[in-house]
């Protein structure tokens, strides 16, 4: 074991995980001094390190590793300084690590995960990839996961106190952040782009997960769009709006997701709405309704789809111009490791 350790201090900086059920411990060890010499160990089994084009050294854990037990107790001694490695970090942290947050998109040409369509990618950018590329550093992860209490359109902004997301971290090294790390984590997040924001960032145990998806269809939401109508708007038009409550509609399955949702009628309830007046064929929309009401769906009806529909309430041909989130899903924030 020791000597497997001494050769991560020569690697400057591994780790040598030792796994438990649920936890992982990251003992990290430093000692540049020495670093020169893991090259003896290529003497000994030159077939063991072999260049590779995506690593930058030849001495990899696993050749390390390999060349270690072809070497004798006596021979490894004699050839390594005697020194102690410098005890650098410990950090306990689960084998993965989650983040917990809200974000905000503030534009309608970005995706909330990378857009391919046979192999290739049709815009640039991602949510996902906004917030995940300085977690991953940070984390040192090799990998990330990403989930969130629902998700938006490309052309749909989302604005209010932002929509839950959870990023788990894949074999992190670093798992420990102090408040103020989190913070900075979370500057660093939204001075990398002006698409997104993130608020409430905190690192959780795997169980927050469930909580964030668990109500999600008891909750509402509210909604911003701009509609167009075919005919004039009249004060009328906008008070029978505001006067509807708790309408139910019955909505299929629509269209543009059903290459990949299952066919299927869900009732939703529209609780209340209101119009504002803009020009002769233009006002906005305010609904407060179900969470996963299809609400473009709602507006224009998806040819009959969705019933009853915008369009039939208001007697005139109708469409959705703009789509705003206002506020999303209010779910209580759970205890961060800090708490445990
Ligand atoms: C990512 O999350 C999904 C859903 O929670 C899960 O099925 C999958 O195994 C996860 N992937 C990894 C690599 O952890
Ligand atoms: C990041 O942006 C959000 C949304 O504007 C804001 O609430 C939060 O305070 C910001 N956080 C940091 C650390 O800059």
């Not at 947050?101 to 857009?115: H, M």
């Not at 473009?296 to 111009?321: Q, W, Y």
Request: overall charge neutral; aromatic content about 8%.
């Amino acid at each position: 074991m020791w000597r497997i350790t001494y050769c991560h201090v020569m690697m400057n900086m591994l780790y040598l995980p030792i796994r438990m059920i649920l936890f992982e411990v990251s003992v990290g060890f430093t000692h540049p001094e020495t670093e020169a010499d893991c090259h003896f160990l290529a003497t000994t089994c030159s077939d063991c390190f072999k260049p590779t084009k995506n690593k930058a050294s030849v001495f990899t854990r696993m050749a390390v590793v390999k060349a270690l037990d072809k070497i004798s107790d006596a021979k490894f001694l004699s050839s390594v300084a005697d020194s102690i490695p410098l005890f650098l970090s410990l950090s306990v942290c689960l084998s993965v690590c989650l983040s917990l947050g809200r974000y905000n998109k503030f534009s309608r040409e970005l995706p909330q995960t990378p857009w391919v369509i046979d192999g290739e990618r049709r815009m640039e950018g991602s949510v996902e990839e906004l917030i995940a590329d300085p977690l991953l550093s940070s984390f040192r992860a090799d990998g990330f996961n990403f989930s969130s209490s629902g998700r938006e359109d490309v052309d749909v902004r989302t604005l209010g106190n932002g929509r839950p997301f959870a990023m788990e971290l894949l074999n992190p090294h670093r798992a420990k952040f102090n408040g103020a790390e989190v913070r900075q984590l979370q500057e660093v997040i939204n001075a990398s782009s002006d698409k997104i924001r993130v608020r409430d960032l905190q690192i959780v145990t795997r169980d927050a997960m469930g909580r964030m998806k668990e109500g999600e269809e008891e909750k509402t939401k509210s909604y911003s769009a701009l509609i167009w109508t075919k005919k004039a708007i009249t004060n009328s038009d906008l008070d029978f709006i505001a006067n509807i409550k708790e309408l139910k509609i019955d909505q299929k399955t629509p269209l543009r997701v059903l290459h990949r949702r299952p066919l299927a009628v869900r009732q939703r309830v529209i609780h209340s709405m209101s119009a504002s007046y803009l020009d002769t064929h233009h006002f906005r929309l305010q609904l407060h309704t179900q969470a996963g009401t299809y609400i473009k769906e709602f507006v224009h009806g998806d040819f009959g789809r969705t019933k009853p529909n915008l369009c039939a309430l208001m007697e005139s041909e109708v469409d959705i111009l703009e789509l705003d989130v206002e506020d999303s899903v209010y779910v209580p924030l759970p205890t961060t490791l800090d708490d445990l």
